[in-house]
């Protein structure tokens, strides 16, 4: 069946640092892919998402792009910051009447 | 323009009652989606909302129930509550639009069962 894998956490960087979190899937058709952001206490937010291959999407300077070929949708940002930490969630729907899949997340503590 | 609204925020209830949970979507959002969030399992589909039919269901036993109002607002019902079903319930809508559907969630609704 469909499914997201991403990398385990949890992950400890220092502020500036280099951020990726690894994600990839399994899919039967031609899925979206997404990114959500789970702050402490809080719902989901959609950080960032691409529909086709080579898409790449953006967003508070964070980015992935749609790989199809090592099916595969990192997220990376080059200098996090405190305010980043949270549970990252990578995701995909196949069409637009189907059901977000989520991979398990992945926990992001930046030190000061 | 509001958001998704979820209510309550928090509630406790004893093994063996039942919950509803409610949901707003955003307004003009018609479909409406639950999941069910748990530190073991993660997150989890339990069923989708379209012009007040269910349209998609999860892998979830029939003690998990829902509906949608013509207003496009949902509820999700529990029936006697396990252990098991202390989570945070999220709800989600959507715009349904050609290509990617984009899901707005809302803050969630946090059930412990003592």
């Known amino acids: 069946g469909d499914s997201v894998t991403q990398m385990e956490g949890p992950v400890t960087l220092s502020e500036e640092a280099f951020l990726t979190i690894n994600c990839t899937y399994t899919?039967?058709?031609?899925?979206?892919l997404f990114w959500y952001v789970q702050y402490p206490g809080e719902g989901l937010q959609l950080l960032l998402k691409a529909t086709k291959a080579d898409d790449k999407g953006s967003n508070k300077g964070f980015e992935a792009t749609y790989r199809k070929e090592t099916t595969s949708f990192h997220l990376e940002k080059g200098s996090v910051q405190v305010s980043d930490s949270a549970v990252y969630f990578c995701a995909l729907i196949i069409g637009s009447q189907g059901n977000l899949i989520f991979g398990k997340g992945t926990k992001l503590s930046v030190k000061p | 323009k509001a958001g998704v609204t979820q209510t309550p925020r928090y509630l406790i209830k004893t093994r063996g009652q039942q919950v509803t949970l409610s949901c707003s979507p955003i307004?003009?959002?018609?479909?409406v989606s639950w999941y069910q969030q748990t530190p073991g399992q993660g997150l989890q589909f339990l069923f989708e909302y379209f012009s007040e039919t269910q349209r998609n269901k999860g892998n979830f036993p029939g003690r998990f129930s829902g509906r949608q109002f013509s207003n496009s607002r949902s509820e999700m019902n529990v029936s006697t509550l396990e252990l098991g079903d202390s989570a945070l319930y999220l709800c989600?809508?959507?715009?349904?639009?050609?290509?990617?559907?984009?899901?707005?969630f809302g803050a969630g609704s946090r059930l412990t069962v003592l």
């Open positions: 989600a809508s959507s715009l349904e639009v050609s290509g990617a559907n984009v899901l707005t």
């Open positions: 307004s003009g959002h018609r479909s």
């Open positions: 899919a039967t058709g031609y899925p979206s």
